[in-house]
């Protein structure tokens, strides 16, 4: 089974940085496609910044230059490095997998992915 587990979130002021983390479990993510969305309330879900098996990443454009997603195959992990945040990255941030080639080329769409992690809370704010 595909699992998938975000570190905590937290609560940082505009400007801060915050990394989170996604341990996955029964799967290797350097075969798979291995994104991160955002949904914040009352909007939709979207896709942050994804990578796939190949390394070859995808980001929203209103992070990139901001937000870097990692792939550490030791630990069979994806991450994500958040700088420069802002109010409106307040969301709850999920973690997705998904083994298909097809999501290569959709990466940052919700619907490319099948596995989900729980999400963790991000809060900018002053």
Not at 83 to 93: C, F, G, I, K, R
Request: charged share 15%; glycine share 10%.
């Amino acid at each position: 089974q595909v699992q998938l587990a975000e570190s905590a979130g937290g609560s940082v002021q505009p400007g801060g940085s915050l990394r989170l983390s996604c341990a996955a479990s029964l799967f290797i993510v350097s075969r798979y496609c291995m994104g991160w969305f955002r949904q914040a309330p009352g909007k939709e879900r979207e896709g942050v910044a994804a990578i796939d098996n190949d390394g070859d990443t995808s980001y929203a454009d209103s992070v990139k230059g901001r937000f870097t997603i990692s792939r550490d195959n030791a630990k069979n992990t994806i991450s994500l490095q958040m700088n420069s945040l802002n109010p409106e990255d307040t969301a709850m941030y999920y973690c997705a997998a998904d083994g298909h080639w097809q999501c290569r080329v959709t990466k940052l769409w919700v619907t490319s992915y099948a596995h989900w992690g729980q999400g963790t809370q991000v809060t900018v704010s002053s």
